[in-house]
């Protein structure tokens, strides 16, 4: 009998000892989902108060040509707001105020990633008592360049994302849940391609679908490869049947972080987002995986 009672004391201590082990890992777990997390989704409280808000599209003082987009696409289609035009150092004294939303390029961001690579963000964020720009409460957040790509050639896209913006603010009225759960991929379609012409950077896709003939193993459907500014030129004319690939990856220097595939129609819908880790087996590209996918 006392050896028995000596045997479940043991096993007690060991089940104890167990439990703190296992309560650790859960622990480091969430502190390192925390490093990584995403700015806080806007509440159904704060998505509400952004109808009424106004928005301040914060303008950049290194980047004459982001100013440019962003200035020429909120004058075009930016509705759903009053809206103004400010500086970085007018958003300073004004982002802890609940009466104003922000369309701001959040800069550097995610720096925490494991390649040790940084993104910029095209950011619609709620104004509040957050300190760091990447706690203040978020509507929608798109990728926009690596922190370090000096290249602009995202002008082309940035109508399509201005209108996005606008509506997934809407959808989040009532959908706020399902998105929260998703993100961006929440509007991931496989329908809607039959019948329309997909617009591809041909310098941004992977090896293994870089021609039409790789593509047409597992994507039947009309696609162009074309330059970026064959993009921008075939977009000019607002095509009500085409979509196009936006994607963000890493420069020729650099091999490390993510890439990620956006398909938008010119009225602003988002068919496919997607985002993965780039690899010496996984390069950078939109790939015939994504293919598969839409």
Request: aromatic share 14%.
């Amino acid at each position: 009998m006392k050896r028995m009672s000596l045997t479940c004391a043991n096993i007690g201590k060991m089940a104890n000892q167990m439990m703190k082990k296992y309560f650790f890992v859960i622990v480091l777990g969430c502190i390192s989902l925390s490093t990584f997390a995403n700015p806080p989704l806007a509440s159904k409280q704060q998505i509400g108060m952004f109808i009424n808000s106004k928005t301040c599209v914060v303008l950049e003082s290194g980047s004459i040509s982001y100013n440019v987009y962003i200035k020429d696409a909120v004058q075009k289609y930016w509705k759903c707001t009053e809206y103004e035009f400010i500086d970085q150092q007018e958003f300073e004294k004004r982002r802890y105020d609940t009466k104003y939303s922000f369309l701001v390029l959040m800069k550097g961001v995610y720096d925490k990633d494991p390649g040790g690579v940084s993104y910029n963000y095209i950011s619609l964020v709620m104004g509040g008592a957050a300190n760091d720009m990447t706690d203040m409460p978020e509507i929608c957040s798109i990728p926009l360049s690596y922190s370090d790509d000096t290249n602009m050639d995202y002008g082309y896209a940035m109508p399509s994302i201005i209108k996005f913006m606008q509506k997934h603010a809407k959808n989040l009225e009532t959908k706020r849940f399902m998105i929260s759960m998703n993100g961006l991929k929440y509007y991931n379609t496989t329908s809607g391609f039959k019948d329309k012409v997909l617009l591809l950077n041909k310098d941004m896709m992977a090896p293994d679908a870089n021609s039409p003939e790789k593509i047409k193993t597992v994507y039947p459907f009309y696609v162009k490869l074309l330059t970026t500014s064959e993009i921008q030129a075939e977009l000019a004319s607002n095509p009500t049947s085409t979509l196009f690939n936006f994607h963000v990856g890493p420069t020729q220097k650099s091999g490390a972080g993510k890439c990620f595939e956006m398909i938008f129609d010119v009225e602003g819908n988002l068919y496919y987002y997607n985002y993965r880790k780039i690899t010496n087996d996984n390069p950078d590209g939109f790939n015939l995986s994504d293919f598969h996918n839409i």
